[in-house]
């Protein structure tokens, strides 16, 4: 056989099928035909053993040269393809930087959460440290300790969900108070605020939710007296709803503070002079507050001989109410984002 001739005709029929292939799974397929196992350049070794010894070699050494430029060939037009491919994909996808981008929506910061955060910064600013809480609550802490004992019948003031006999989702932020002031030891004072969730078994209403928000605050040292805590619940007031508001407290009842107040602020809406939202008062109510109880110092480890406190409990949803005038507190919880949009600061 004319092994050389032989070569040069498949190299030529190479060349030419390799111009029409089209594809990968084209190429895959002339590889076969060409240099696989059942191409015909691997049948010539077939011959080998006819030959005499001295020329085996050199048949051999062309059939593999052969197959090392075959396959180069294949390897080239394996590149060019892959070009061809990258081009074609790039001339489709081709981007119009110059257009505008498509308006696409973006999220936004609940309204609850920044009013937490403003609350937080103007506490930070006054040197308070953040603290938080379990929202499963041992009923030591939700009550007891909170001169709250089993059968007092100021339990009734807040309807609970208890999950065992001893153990409930925490009514309010008071028991993180409890636990600072253990965790303090009865050594140190404390300045704190603590912001969460607070569950309670009311039915949902307009301005009642079974789930809701408080920010609680405490601070105990050996001269706080009643105007620190008026003071600083103005601060609140200014801080919420403007520059000019005024506060006043009422005498109220809470069982771990003595004595209670509830805080009301001069209406931002008729400043003071009496309107519809304020309901001709000139005053709107914002928060629950006093001193704390001895009893509650004591129990926490704290001798009232040496220290006194004052406590507040804001409820964030109907501090945003007031501040917005929203209607429903069930807003804040149904995620309508034409209502969440409007606060977007
Ligand atoms: C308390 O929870 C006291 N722990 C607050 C306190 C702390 C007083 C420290 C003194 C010292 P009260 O039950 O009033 O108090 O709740 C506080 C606030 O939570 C209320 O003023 C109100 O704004 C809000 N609130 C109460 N119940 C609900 C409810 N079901 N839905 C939404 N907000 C509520």
Excluded: W
Aim: include cysteine; hydrophobic fraction near 35%.
């Amino acid at each position: 056989m004319d092994l050389k001739k032989q070569i040069e005709t498949l190299e030529k029929a190479l060349k030419e099928e390799l111009k029409s292939v089209k594809n990968q799974a084209d190429l895959q397929n002339v590889k076969a035909k060409f240099i696989g196992k059942k191409a015909e350049l691997s049948s010539f070794m077939k011959h080998m053993k006819d030959l005499p010894n001295d020329e085996k070699p050199l048949f051999g050494q062309s059939i593999n040269k052969a197959k090392g430029r075959f396959n180069e060939l294949i390897e080239a037009r394996k590149e060019a393809l892959r070009q061809e491919e990258i081009n074609k994909k790039l001339a489709q996808e081709t981007i119009d930087v110059t257009l505008d981008a498509p308006d696409f929506s973006v999220g936004t910061r609940h309204i609850l959460n920044q009013i937490i955060e403003e609350i937080e910064d103007l506490f930070i600013g006054m040197g308070y440290q953040i603290k938080e809480g379990p929202e499963i609550e041992s009923d030591e802490m939700n009550f007891e300790k909170l001169n709250l004992p089993k059968d007092h019948p100021a339990r009734d003031m807040q309807d609970s969900l208890y999950i065992s006999e001893d153990t409930l989702l925490r009514t309010h932020t008071s028991p993180v108070q409890v636990r600072t002031m253990l965790e303090y030891g009865g050594k140190r004072p404390v300045k704190i605020i603590c912001p969460g969730k607070v569950y309670r078994r009311d039915d949902d209403d307009a301005t009642h939710s079974h789930q809701f928000m408080q920010i609680e605050g405490l601070v105990v040292d050996n001269d706080t007296t009643m105007s620190d805590l008026k003071g600083t619940l103005l601060e609140v007031a200014r801080k919420m709803f403007g520059p000019d508001r005024e506060i006043r407290l009422r005498p109220s009842y809470f069982p771990f503070t003595e004595p209670s107040v509830e805080v009301d602020v001069t209406c931002a809406n008729c400043d003071g002079a009496g309107c519809n939202i304020c309901k001709q008062s000139g005053y709107i109510e914002i928060l629950g507050a006093g001193m704390v109880n001895n009893k509650v110092l004591k129990d926490s480890g704290y001798d009232p001989e040496v220290y006194q406190g004052f406590a507040f409990g804001i409820g964030v949803e109907r501090m945003a109410m007031l501040k917005y005038g929203i209607e429903d507190i069930r807003h804040f919880y149904t995620n309508d984002l034409r209502f969440n949009k409007q606060f977007n600061r």
